[in-house]
């Protein structure tokens, strides 16, 4: 059984926003990757930094924003509490961990605000845009809340606890693994046209794999 439609469709948004925030880290949270990406592909790497970053940072604070807007109503976690039970001390928990979550989300939200969906006039005409710097852990944090949430909303209804953060390798992973190889066979190309290597050590150096994709 269904708890309500809001929970079943936050679920997705919970989940498209964590598949974002994998392929996030895939791409550029272990320092190799991040090298390689600046080394081969410096105006994509920064292209997809800065988009993947926003679209996570948009998606949560989308889903802490207020019931209504206007008098029109938003998918939320505040629209969703009240969806979710009527019991005054689940309401209550639900109120506590959500105001939790929004409060680990305050520079993502300043962020969002004043970048993100508007442009800020004042720090975009000062001599630099002053705000709060974002880390890993700022989200990691905000999603780790999140999380908790929808699990104990489930948790009422006997619903299998969603593991948003245990998914399956995300596209990035196997991006890395691409541009690898292309960048090993540069170097071997660039080793065979400078004479460093004969064909025969060519061939042997190809025969090793220093590199695997974490899936396939």
Same mark, same amino acid.
């Given at each position: 059984?269904?708890?309500?439609?809001?929970?079943?469709?936050?679920?997705?948004?919970?989940?498209?926003?964590?598949?974002?925030?994998?392929?996030? &880290?895939?791409?550029?949270?272990?320092?190799?990757?991040?090298?390689?990406?600046?080394? #081969? +592909?410096?105006?994509?790497?920064?292209?997809?930094?800065?988009?993947?970053?926003?679209?996570?940072?948009?998606?949560?604070?989308? +889903?802490?924003?207020?019931?209504?807007?206007?008098?029109?109503?938003?998918?939320?976690?505040?629209?969703?509490?009240?969806?979710?039970?009527?019991?005054?001390?689940?309401?209550?928990?639900?109120?506590?961990?959500?105001?939790?979550?929004?409060?680990?989300?305050?520079?993502?939200?300043?962020?969002?605000?004043?970048?993100?969906?508007?442009?800020?006039?004042? &720090?975009?005409?000062?001599?630099?845009?002053?705000?709060?710097?974002?880390? #890993? &852990?700022?989200?990691?944090?905000?999603?780790?809340? +999140?999380?908790?949430?929808?699990?104990?909303?489930?948790?009422?209804? &006997?619903?299998?606890?969603?593991?948003?953060?245990?998914?399956?390798?995300?596209?990035?992973?196997?991006?890395?693994?691409?541009?690898?190889?292309?960048?090993?066979?540069?170097? +071997?190309?660039?080793?065979?046209?400078?004479?460093?290597?004969?064909?025969?050590?060519?061939?042997?150096?190809?025969?090793?794999?220093?590199?695997?994709?974490?899936?396939?």
């Amino acid at each position: 059984m269904t708890i309500c439609p809001e929970y079943d469709q936050i679920h997705q948004e919970m989940a498209d926003v964590h598949w974002k925030w994998q392929n996030f &880290n895939e791409m550029f949270a272990d320092q190799a990757h991040f090298e390689l990406l600046n080394k #081969r +592909l410096p105006g994509f790497g920064v292209l997809a930094h800065n988009t993947l970053l926003d679209a996570v940072v948009l998606g949560i604070c989308r +889903l802490l924003d207020p019931a209504e807007s206007f008098g029109k109503p938003n998918l939320t976690f505040d629209q969703l509490k009240s969806k979710a039970t009527t019991d005054p001390s689940r309401l209550a928990w639900l109120e506590t961990e959500i105001g939790k979550a929004k409060a680990a989300a305050a520079n993502l939200k300043t962020h969002r605000n004043k970048r993100i969906a508007h442009l800020d006039l004042t &720090n975009a005409l000062g001599p630099t845009m002053v705000l709060p710097n974002l880390s #890993r &852990n700022d989200i990691d944090d905000v999603l780790a809340l +999140l999380r908790g949430v929808m699990n104990g909303i489930g948790e009422w209804s &006997n619903e299998p606890e969603r593991g948003y953060d245990v998914l399956s390798f995300g596209d990035a992973d196997q991006l890395i693994w691409c541009i690898q190889q292309a960048n090993r066979l540069c170097e +071997l190309q660039d080793d065979a046209h400078c004479q460093r290597l004969d064909q025969q050590q060519i061939v042997d150096k190809l025969k090793i794999r220093p590199f695997a994709a974490k899936r396939g």
